[in-house]
């Protein structure tokens, strides 16, 4: 069991039963909650079949997907919680991916103004990404995680055991965060990731470490996100507005995929405004392109993409702000770009493709 | 210009349009936001029409009342700042009584994972009560205050102007708190208030100071209710299940009104409970009695009360916790009292309110 013990709670890094197991036993909760999907009560949920802790623990149930982490699932926890008469010194232990930890932190953070929540993530995405920084909330009008708050957990188990549940696109969606880190963050790392195609042949168990290391140090320093913690929002502006559109259409896209997209253009308005040289953009395309194989950007959508990067968090006043990379491993935060750039990253992302389908 | 300065934010008392003006002028804001229902819109707002920084300001309105004190209301104004484009450095000014601070300031510090706001409290409840200590939030499912956060405003403006724009109730419901601050906290202050029958002979702008003094002494100690605040919900545990009972009710109570009769309970529960002596608990009751002029508690309603108060949130497990009280100036958290003294104390408000009907 490995520990990344951060300023407010521990990280435990291995099989989760044990490392659960004590934790239960040495906090003593009045009642503790296990927040699931249908698919982590079905996958997920027997694996702390062991916890004798949790024999007594009620289950709260929401529906997976993106497209329910809204109020109105948030109502359902709430009144779940309410119903089974859950004081303030209760515990929420969410088990499952981004959504529930964001969603079921968030409800948690706000349940009489505060129980205490444990993340068990689930899915390599929330291992790497959401388990450090804090970053609770719901999408909210198709913009997401616009209601939110600011708050840790407890503590956050992460069992690589459970990515065995997960189908490839899960695993390879999470891995886009892990190489956005390297990109921001650290050049020798994504020197050796770049000449990974095959997913399967990675040890996740040996690269989640590294990668919760650069997410800590970064959050310990900009824990409010008033600048260096922009750095991690590289990929994630346009990245999360075709996640969004996408989520409309017959295919959505998982964050990942999404984000990988939103890395090819964002790398080439970084080229644009001459923070990054060619080769290093063709490198992170051409990497990204074959691990990921992305659709070109549909042109009718384009005005969709705009409207809700305006909207979007990061957005301050009237300009649309990015992060943008410098050479591999640095990054630089509140960078501009205007309508016509970010279309011709779209252009760029798409005529890369066409080049694709060519060769 | 009184100033009475906390940890993390000032309170300025006195007349509010230059401090608000310097305030506004020394914060380079985006966009500024004014939040107020359809009264504060029409009696208040007008009162700020010197502040030249507000020229721009956007208006958020809502319906006023407690029964809006709720998430629909909550994604109305969150949909409001959305649709305006707010950012996260953008500015939201809640006009109003404690509704609108609540609410306001939960939706302010959710919106984004937090924008800053100030409140400008109109009501005596508010300016008493809600300008110290971080508690935000909204009603859910009849349970009061169920949903919400700890955030503090940038900054307090309590304008006693204000108080000239209520009714005799509201003021004399304001004044419930100022009772309650000086009997949980101040000996000598409630020695001098217990003679005071008549409230327009008060002077606002001298009792709020020292009543704020008492909550700042209080919420610095326990910012997050751990045990020296919850002397504060003396009073209110009973009080609040009156108040959410009497919402469905053609002739609703206001919020001092119903605390005023929990008073009497809890006062009796302190007597019971052997730690008040019965000299005071008369004086207690008597003078509260002369002020608010309670009616009886209607015996059918008894069951809604008790199921209310098992849902509070100062309520651990199974059991139903309160705050007595001791010799005036004094308190004592966490103490309990079961279904049958709850209905005694229930008798006895009845009983004194026989009593005055045929004295």
Not at 230 to 239: A, C, E, P, R, S
Not at 259 to 276: H, P, R
Request: aromatic letters at 8%.
């Amino acid at each position: 069991m490995d520990v990344l013990q951060l300023q407010d709670y521990p990280i435990f890094i291995g099989p989760c039963e044990e490392a659960l197991s004590h934790f239960l036993g040495s906090h003593p909760y009045g009642e503790v909650f296990v927040l699931v999907d249908e698919n982590t009560e079905a996958c997920c949920l027997p694996r702390l079949s062991g916890v004798g802790e949790l024999a007594k623990a009620v289950i709260l149930r929401i529906q997976a997907g993106e497209t329910f982490k809204n109020l109105d699932t948030c109502s359902g926890i709430w009144r779940q919680l309410l119903d089974a008469g859950a004081g303030r010194r209760g515990l929420l232990i969410n088990l499952g991916g981004g959504v529930i930890g964001d969603m079921g932190g968030f409800c948690a953070a706000t349940y009489k103004r505060g129980m205490d929540f444990v993340q068990v993530p689930t899915t390599l995405l929330s291992q790497v990404d959401a388990s450090i920084g804090g970053k609770l909330g719901v999408d909210f009008h198709e913009v997401k995680n616009s209601i939110g708050v600011f708050a840790n957990p407890r503590a956050v188990f992460i069992d690589p055991g459970f990515l065995d549940t997960l189908s490839f696109r899960e695993v390879r969606s999470g891995y886009a965060e892990i190489v956005k880190h390297a990109l921001i963050a650290d050049a020798g790392l994504w020197n050796a990731l770049k000449t990974k195609q095959e997913l399967a042949a990675l040890s996740w168990i040996e690269l989640i470490p590294p990668s919760l290391q650069i997410k800590k140090r970064i959050v310990v320093a900009d824990p409010f996100e008033k600048g260096l913690r922009k750095t991690l929002n590289f990929g994630h502006t346009i990245g999360h507005a075709i996640e969004a559109v996408s989520l409309q259409a017959a295919g959505p896209l998982l964050h990942g995929e999404a984000i990988a997209a939103g890395m090819i253009c964002e790398a080439w308005l970084s080229f644009s405004a001459g923070l990054l040289d060619r080769l290093d953009l063709e490198a992170i395309s051409t990497y990204l392109i074959q691990v990921y194989q992305p659709q070109p950007l549909s042109a009718s959508n384009y005005p969709a993409y705009l409207q809700l990067m305006r909207n979007d968090k990061k957005n301050e006043a009237d300009e649309i702000n990015f992060t943008f990379i410098g050479p591999p491993g640095t990054a630089h935060v509140n960078q501009k770009a205007g309508e016509a750039e970010i279309r011709a990253s779209f252009a760029y992302l798409n005529g890369r493709l066409g080049d694709q389908g060519l060769g």
